[in-house]
């Protein structure tokens, strides 16, 4: 039950910071995140100490952050992540061998799609969340809306151009994770954990005001 106890605490926590940054300043920013209610993060492999760096966040916050690695672009590179103990895969392409290696170790996998046909692809692969890069990101959330529409089922991880002032126009176009940077990213500890809190609220109150309309 692995994957599914992962894939569910992604989905209710809903918020990741996407982290590009020095080991030091991850773990600034974990903490931030986790005073602020957010307890996921993806450590991106563009940085040479992203291993440590997840080292790091594990040795000092344990389990109150979810440790995941991002950039994964192939196989060997996702089965360090994994010897490190990520908990899930990000990714900006599909990779089939990550998709494949994932599944065997029962994480979650997010995997960059461009293109529609590319997201169904990597969905019967086993792909666990869908990232269409990069055009939601730069066209807004009426890309993730339209794809929905034909097939609403598709999960959805949306990464890039996430705030605290527009979660409500993301979840309602379908994305069911914002991975979100530069709002989680910037500051002090303190004031990412301020940040935090402000994105944990816009979740909390979508989420309220979406249920009672479903009882409505």
């Known amino acids: 039950m692995k994957l599914l106890d992962l894939t569910n605490r992604i989905i209710d926590g809903c918020a990741l910071a996407v982290v590009r940054a020095p080991k030091e300043r991850v773990l600034e920013i974990a903490k931030g995140i986790s005073l602020g209610g957010i307890d996921a993060m993806e450590i991106s492999y563009t940085n040479n100490d992203a ?45 089939e061998g990550v998709a494949k290696l994932a599944n065997e170790y029962q994480i979650p996998y997010a995997a960059g799609c461009t293109t529609v046909t590319e997201a169904v ?81 816009a979740i909390n109150g979508w989420r309220t005001n979406n249920k009672q309309k479903d009882i409505n």
């Open 51 to 95: 291993p440590e760096a997840i080292d790091l966040v594990h040795k000092e916050l344990g389990n109150k952050v979810l440790v995941g690695a991002g950039t994964i672009l192939d196989s060997e590179t996702a089965k360090n992540a994994i010897q490190h103990g990520a908990s899930f895969l990000y990714s900006p392409i599909f990779d």
């Open 121 to 201: 692809t990597a969905m019967r692969a086993g792909t666990t969340f869908i990232k269409m890069f990069p055009y939601s990101g730069i066209e807004g959330p009426a890309v993730i809306k339209t794809i929905k529409t034909p097939i609403p089922w598709m999960p959805i991880l949306q990464s890039g151009s996430v705030n605290a002032e527009n979660i409500n126009a993301w979840l309602a176009a379908g994305a069911e994770v914002l991975g979100i940077g530069s709002a989680l990213n910037k500051g002090s500890v303190e004031e990412i954990a301020q940040n935090a809190k402000q994105i944990r609220a």
